[in-house]
């Protein structure tokens, strides 16, 4: 196989195949299918080891500092790092729009994160002015019209302009120099080690990475890698971002591992052992993020901002209850077993502890993770309070009057 390419086309070519056996599958789906033909685990380890192959060790590459414009997307409250793999949401028109033109066009996109996650319409001064070049693997489009898009990181650039007249996002950027990487075994070690028993602590799951971290002599990419993964503030991250010297921000990120993290409310604590109760009482494999909201409606801090945003509660508690029981029913196993959260219900967690960091709490409670629902947009839990006219703006509005 000459690159990645090859493997995109020979997924899109089993997708046609399919497709005309009344078989429909997505492209992402279709591109673990020809991962698996080839015998890897999964696309993004596939697509890191056709990555390396293609690059000389210690090779440097030639700088290229000239500017290109780019379709560009602004990011709320995420900062993306190379060397990684990860999903992104859509709504907004003009990011939307800028998508739709990159994955047509097969170009690169530019991402870069906002200041404020809560404009709508940012300018060149409302973002950093550090992001990153990064290529659409996959689009999909939802019943809404929003855009679910998988990408893939790819080098540092600083943004020289960024604007939307046009309809669509668009950014002039330059790429970093990318150096030969520094010798740093000892510090990837240390670093390393740092992160397997942070993720084992955290309960944090990793996709595949290949090469190995262990394995890997580039301080950059192991720095990156496990930046994209730690749970820090976004500022702190975008701080990462802009650390061009790959030595420094390995540093940084080993100490960051280091600091600990906030507590949670003893309040939460209860509210936590309820949300598995409930998932628990149904013979739940997972509880849910309408597991953790069905708790929630019963913590004092979390009911008390749906009750500042004027929620009805007892709407809330019958429609979860009845989402609880009635389609969550795949879900159920035989008696005996211990729910788990879900991925998003520890991305939640994780993302409060963030939340709490930026108030300035000394530990996280239930209004935290309330606020930190919204980040899984898509969710039914999102939806439900959608419906009961509570959204992240009310909530954050009522928590920064009490801040």
Request: glycine share 4%; aromatic share 6%.
């Amino acid at each position: 196989m000459r690159d990645f390419r090859d493997a995109k086309a020979m997924a899109q070519t089993l997708r046609d195949s399919l497709t005309t056996k009344a078989i429909d599958i997505s492209h992402s789906e279709s591109l673990e299918l020809v991962s698996k033909m080839l015998g890897v685990a999964d696309w993004n380890t596939l697509s890191a080891m056709l990555h390396a192959e293609h690059r000389l060790p210690g090779a440097a590459v030639k700088p290229r500092t000239a500017t290109a414009s780019y379709p560009a997307i602004p990011l709320r409250d995420f900062v993306p790092f190379p060397a990684t793999v990860f999903p992104l949401i859509a709504g907004r028109p003009k990011t939307m729009r800028a998508l739709q033109d990159a994955y047509d066009r097969q170009r690169e996109v530019a991402l870069a994160v906002q200041k404020d996650g809560t404009l709508d319409e940012p300018g060149f001064d409302d973002i950093h002015h550090v992001g990153i070049l990064a290529q659409l693997l996959d689009v999909q489009r939802f019943d809404d019209g929003t855009l679910k898009v998988l990408v893939q990181g790819k080098r540092r650039v600083t943004i020289a302009s960024f604007v939307g007249e046009t309809g669509a996002y668009q950014a002039d950027v330059s790429e970093v120099d990318d150096e030969p990487p520094p010798e740093a075994p000892d510090l990837i070690r240390d670093a390393v080690a740092r992160f397997t028993n942070y993720t084992a602590v955290h309960d944090i799951s990793l996709p595949p990475i290949w090469p190995p971290l262990e394995k890997s002599s580039d301080p950059g990419r192991v720095a990156d890698i496990i930046a994209s993964h730690i749970i820090l503030p976004t500022n702190d991250k975008q701080n990462l971002l802009a650390t061009f010297d790959p030595v420094t921000r390995l540093k940084r990120i080993a100490a960051a591992m280091g600091a600990p993290l906030l507590p949670r409310s003893p309040a939460l604590d209860i509210t936590w052992r309820r949300a598995l109760d409930h998932a628990n009482a149904r013979h739940h494999r997972y509880a849910t993020l309408e597991h953790l909201l069905l708790a929630l409606v019963d913590d004092p801090d979390a009911s008390a901002l749906l009750h500042a945003c004027k929620a009805d509660l007892a709407a809330i508690k019958t429609s979860l209850l009845s989402y609880v029981d009635n389609e969550l029913t795949n879900l159920a196993i035989d008696a005996g077993g211990q729910a788990r959260p879900t991925e998003a219900f520890a991305r939640v967690a994780r993302h409060a502890v963030l939340l709490a960091k930026e108030f300035g709490w000394r530990e996280v409670s239930g209004g935290d993770m309330l606020l930190a629902i919204f980040s899984e947009n898509l969710s039914p839990a999102t939806r439900l309070l959608d419906k009961q006219g509570v959204t992240r703006q009310n909530v954050l509005d009522v928590m920064q009057q009490r801040a």
